[in-house]
């Protein structure tokens, strides 16, 4: 009998529990430093009238690094571009940021560098401004990503949580692409 009684009490404690974790992430992402976001955003937009970016995706990871969001090395490098898991929540364009991407050579060692940045989120909501920063910057949208398969490409061995999440790539490819 007591098992009875005692089942929904664990049931409200565990409902109680799912919703401060949530409530928690939720107000972490809303802590999350715009300014990090906007350095984010600035090494991704497009030049106008050429193919470069406008900021440098360097220092935008610095200031991630500086703040804590990211470790002080990538989390794997693989063909010219370097891999940020995020260490703690952070915000991108309303969506959760779990991984910073950044393409460059610093040696050559064989082909096809497309120097740039990408972030891959895991969405929150609709990605109709995901789309229209794509469109305007002339950056490519994948949605959605198994963000599982991605990693494991990559070599990186991680626990992702289950849901929806979509990659944005800015790289100079990405820039000189014919629009459709």
């Known amino acids: 009998m007591q098992a009875i009684t ?8 565990r409902l109680l529990g799912a919703l401060l974790l949530a409530a928690s992430c939720a107000s972490a992402l809303a ?11 600035h090494a991704l937009h497009l030049k106008k009238g050429t193919t470069d970016r406008v900021g440098t995706s360097g220092k935008a990871i610095q200031a991630y690094m500086r703040e804590g969001y990211l470790g002080k090395y990538p989390k794997q490098r693989f063909d010219y571009t370097d891999y940020y898991l995020l260490k703690k929540p952070a915000s991108f364009m309303g969506h959760e940021l779990v991984l910073i991407e ?6 050559y060692i064989g082909c096809c560098v497309s120097p740039g940045a990408g972030v891959t989120v895991r969405v929150r909501g609709n990605t109709q401004k995901l789309q229209a920063f794509a469109r305007a910057q002339r950056c490519t949208l994948t949605d959605p990503v198994d963000i599982r398969h991605a990693l494991n490409e990559v070599a990186i ?5 289950k849901g929806h999440y979509a990659s944005l790539s800015c790289r100079e490819r990405d820039a000189e692409r014919e629009e459709p």
């Open 102 to 107: 950044e393409e460059y050579i610093s040696q």
């Open 6 to 13: 005692a089942m929904p009490e664990c049931r409200t404690r």
């Open 157 to 161: 061995k991680t626990r992702m949580p």
């Open 31 to 41: 802590a999350t430093d715009p300014g990090l976001e906007m350095g984010l955003l």
